[in-house]
């Protein structure tokens, strides 16, 4: 055996992880007694009797090697060559296309491009540049769709407007891989906006994304019913971070004066509230949201949004508890079945807890048409496209 079979066949014992492919390496390159053609030249040794290098196969490098039918200079072998390959710092690019399938995957699905729909309102206030404007909404964008396709994982979600989730669609690991690889390319997007400002702001919002997500799933897998205020901050954290982070880099690329005193921070933060009970609610009520994610699907996750956190508080002692069992119920089955669904709508929809729910959306959005009054007499730029947009947010009524 040869010294460099030797090799590869000791490397093949110290790593059993690559055995079958260095097996395979090792039997290409052993030697064969009979067949000379395909021995790999080994140490060269000194000819006795004129002094000059000779290799074992006998042949002189200074004089032709006619024993391969050619004259021509021997070129590298197929091995030499992979061994090149294999001792060189230099290595094949591989492409992203396999990466970025799933994101691209959720952002093909149909959706209201609410969040570049409100990047294009506030900027009748900010006057970002159109290429700026681009470049945030893109860095938003790809949060975004990171968000959605972590969401669907940890909340077991296997529909997501209407279609396959894309964990559903390309597996669970290619999916986390892609969200994670969506958050990378943002992060350096941030950092080609060349301000600290922004990286800071995105460092805080991404940390509160986080823990806003975590407590949220704290509450689902340990059926742990938070109160009305722990809701909130979860929502403020969760939802409204990229709100957040929209405004806060929009800021900083605006060439407007004191936009920092224009309420804008309490303006998205409502929104992000606003944004969360509406889902909750219209989850509950709307043809729309079961056509597009099943028949209440907040509760075959076992979320406890804001009408069930008010049912709770507000059901006799024997509905508490009935909520209490099924929910456990779904626990073991991570679902609930279609008469699971419909007894815990019946008790929700008994203690009023939707009614609270629609009432509270309209207090809310009152609020917040309040805060972009006050903003628009600051500017003196009145904001239709924003208001445009808040008016087909509104909740039907009963």
């Not at 290799?55 to 024993?67: A, E, L, V």
């Not at 506030?122 to 860095?139: M, R, S």
């Not at 990378?184 to 800071?200: F, P, S, V, Y």
Request: charged share 25%; with cysteine.
């Amino acid at each position: 055996m040869s010294c460099v079979t030797k090799n590869i066949a000791n490397y093949s014992v110290g790593n059993p992880v690559n055995n079958k492919y260095n097996k395979t390496m090792e039997t290409d390159m052993q030697i064969s007694e009979t067949d000379q053609s395909f021995e790999l030249p080994t140490t060269p040794i000194t000819n006795s009797v004129n002094g000059s290098v000779v290799w074992h196969d006998g042949h002189d490098p200074g004089t032709p090697n006619t024993s391969m039918g050619s004259t021509d200079e021997p070129g590298p072998s197929f091995h030499d060559t992979n061994i090149t390959i294999l001792c060189s710092s230099d290595s094949h690019i591989l492409s992203s296309d396999v990466i970025e399938a799933p994101a691209l995957y959720i952002e093909s699905l149909p959706g209201k491009k609410i969040r570049d729909k409100l990047a294009d309102s506030l900027n009748v206030w900010l006057g970002i540049e159109a290429g700026g404007l681009y470049q945030i909404k893109h860095i938003i964008g790809l949060l975004h769709n990171a968000s959605l396709i972590l969401d669907d994982v940890e909340d077991g979600s296997a529909v997501r407007r209407g279609r396959p989730s894309a964990h559903m669609v390309f597996g669970t690991p290619q999916a986390i891989n892609s969200a994670g690889y969506q958050i990378n390319l943002a992060t350096k997007e941030i950092l080609k906006l060349g301000d600290i400002q922004c990286i800071k702001s995105f460092s805080e919002e991404m940390e509160k994304l986080y823990v806003g997500q975590g407590h949220d799933l704290f509450w689902t897998f340990n059926t742990h019913r938070p109160t009305v205020n722990e809701y909130i901050s979860m929502v403020d954290n969760k939802t409204g971070a990229l709100f957040k982070m929209l405004v806060s880099l929009m800021e900083t690329k605006s060439h407007a004066t004191s936009s920092s005193t224009w309420d804008l921070k309490l303006l998205v933060t409502l929104l992000g509230r606003y944004f969360q009970i509406r889902d909750d609610y219209m989850n509950l009520t709307s043809k729309e949201y079961t056509d597009q994610k099943g028949f209440c699907d907040d509760l075959d996750e076992g979320k406890f949004s804001l009408p069930l956190i008010y049912a709770y508080q507000n059901a006799s002692d024997v509905d508490s508890s009935i909520l209490n069992h099924v929910l456990l119920q779904r626990h073991k089955s991570d679902a609930m079945s279609l008469t699971q669904k419909h007894l815990m709508l019946d008790i929700i929809k008994k203690t009023g807890s939707l009614r609270y729910t629609a009432t509270l959306l309209r207090r809310l959005i009152g609020e917040i048409d309040k805060v972009v009054g006050r903003i628009e007499v600051t500017t003196g730029k009145e904001n239709d496209p924003l208001r445009s947009l808040l008016r087909k947010l509104e909740v039907p009524d009963e």
